[in-house]
């Protein structure tokens, strides 16, 4: 089966397109009532959406019948959209504070696999059907992207960053906040001081095969480790000029002020969290074409989680959330305005996984009209990531990630936490 599937793939994509059109591909014709092909334009109204060997083959004005043999999909009263994109999510765990502690001493290496494997339907099926993984350990997600992409599992689309790099005793210094008596166990080396130590460090995680690099210039809320940098200039540049030589694109964790323009200046492709942006901050950003990843949604997972247990989290990292529950969405009411470019991103993880959309929600109330919050959720966040012309729009020739909701997004963002279709490269994970 898997040589014949191979045979015929090499065989297609020696193929004219207009040949592939009519070849024997098994095709899906979708019947939509209302189409976001290109978020950022106006929607179209009933469209034919054919699909076949995992690509959009074509986009037809009206409803045009199927032909003998195609699968047909009624999606008439249905408002149809690109596959939505994450730009920062963690699925090697869905747990936080002292629970996610706990897990991390009790629960198996392959038992944490399925963990991750499971975080990642519960993504695809909440219509997320491309994730950028910001740091795991112990390249659980390094695998599950390569089983999907063998097909062997259903997933999101990932691109991976390995394991996150930050300086010691930083954000990711995973020995912070336990007792030395146990620091022999946890693993130190994605941890660097200095130039060459910076360089080796990404190094090692392209040599793993990441995708793209994630790093701290500042402490975190998760680890306690507060907000100010930790990072010098020159350690920032040695890892962004590394990861740039290489063809990779950098994600920098940034909290404090300092830290996000320290970022910035290096060359940072993307600023995480960057919940101190100022203007100043904003317009160097918007100058040097960095995306900010929001990540607003952490305020979630945590106030759900603190519902449940007030004692979920540490002293030191409870006095953080405090903190950043109360300054949410102030610095995309900065950024926004003054032009910066914005991705979509939920930190999921912190945030629960398969509420990816609750970020919608977010953006819009900080000021992003829905519209926007919709493209930074596909074309920007495809952008970003690198894969815009594999997806994050519904066009012929790119991936068949597609999925619907009832309603209109466009008025309600809402609407979008209740996915009605979900088809990632052309397989259907959700409905109709
Ligand atoms: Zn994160």
Redesign the pocket.
Known sequence: MKISMLALAVTLAAMPVAAQAQSAAPQTWIHAGRVIAVPGQAPRGATTIVVADGKIVSLQDGYVPAPAGATAIDLKDKTVLPGLIDS???LASDRGGNERLVSAMTDSLPLNAYETYWNGMKTLRAGFTTVRN??DSKGKVLALKEAVKRGWVQGPRILDAGE?ISTTGGHMDGRVGLAEDVHAMVGTENLCDGVDDCRKAVRRQIGRGADVI?FATTG?V?SGTGLATRMFDDEAKALIDTAHAYGRKVAV?AHGLDGIKLAVRAGADSI??GTTIDEEAAKMMAKAGTYYVP?LS?VNGYLERLAANPNAYSPAVRAQIDWRIGITGKSLQIAYPLGVKIAYGT?A??SKHGRNADEFELLVKFGMPPAEAIKAATVNAAALLGVDKETGTLEAGKAADIIAVSGDPLADVKVLKAMKFVMARGEVIVGP
């Open positions: 920062h999510v963690h910001l740091g996150s994630k975190g998760n964790h995480e969290h990540t952490t930190d993880g912190p």
